[in-house]
């Protein structure tokens, strides 16, 4: 049985002050919405994986290197400090391990990561291993962009871009939507794209002829 996410140990992380606009500085910190908070990231990596936990529907919140665990199997001694932690909407949580590959790993961290996940079988916990294939692909750039302009935007200029959005004929190019609702920024219609109420295909570059297919009709109905 899966144990809650109360019962995984997360400590108190030390965080940067929620960023001010234009603060754009993804190399170790990431400003995540969901926490309304910068989270420190130990690599860039980790800060890209961010972008992917935001636009996660299922991932309520999430934590970076939450807790230091130290612990004996047999008369071996490990500590391992996992990337993140994960809450998500269920209730359930799991900790990722987040690096390029896991495939050319020096035997000793090898041998810590399987005693970790052994370490969360025993507990009920889960524990993922995340590779740059998973973090990164045909959508990032594009995700990217779309939450770092999201950033410039509020909740209530996004629900406002909503009702605009509405009244147009779909599908429309970015320019032409912007052309049409002159009351509508390019930082709520970021917002709206990377939320997924309106869709259009990701893998497409973030510029004036990016094409938006329309509303998401089953998001907008609730």
């Given at each position: 049985m899966l144990a809650s996410i109360n019962s995984m140990p997360c400590d108190p992380v030390p965080a940067f002050p929620w960023p001010q606009p234009g603060h754009r500085n993804f190399s170790t910190t990431f400003p995540s919405r969901k926490n309304r908070r910068s989270l420190?990231?130990?690599?860039?990596?980790?800060?890209?994986?961010?972008v992917r936990l935001e636009h996660d529907p299922d991932v309520e919140q999430y934590w970076a290197l939450p807790h230091a665990f130290a612990w004996a199997a047999g008369t071996n001694k490990h500590r391992y400090a996992p990337h993140f932690l994960i809450a998500h909407q269920d209730g359930g949580g799991c900790y990722c391990a987040v690096q390029e590959s896991f495939a050319h790993l020096a035997a000793q961290r090898t041998d810590t990561l399987m005693a970790?996940?052994?370490?969360?079988?025993?507990?009920?916990?889960?524990?993922?291993?995340?590779?740059?294939?998973?973090?990164?692909?045909?959508?990032?750039?594009?995700?990217?962009?779309?939450y770092l302009r999201s950033l410039a935007t509020t909740p209530d200029e996004h629900q406002k871009c909503l009702l605009l959005l509405r009244e147009l004929s779909?599908?429309?190019t970015v320019k032409e939507v912007l052309n049409r609702t002159q009351a509508l920024s390019l930082a709520a219609l970021?917002?709206?794209?990377?939320?997924g109420d309106i869709k259009a295909n990701l893998s497409q570059a973030l510029n004036l002829d990016m094409v938006i297919q329309g509303?998401?009709?089953?998001?907008?109905?609730?």
């Open positions: 420190r990231c130990g690599t860039r990596l980790q800060a890209d994986y961010c970790f996940d052994a370490l969360c079988h025993q507990h009920g916990w889960r524990f993922h291993r995340v590779t740059e294939a998973n973090v990164h692909g045909p959508t990032f750039a594009t995700l990217q962009s779309l779909w599908p429309a970021c917002s709206c794209l990377f939320f509303p998401d009709a089953e998001a907008n109905s609730v």
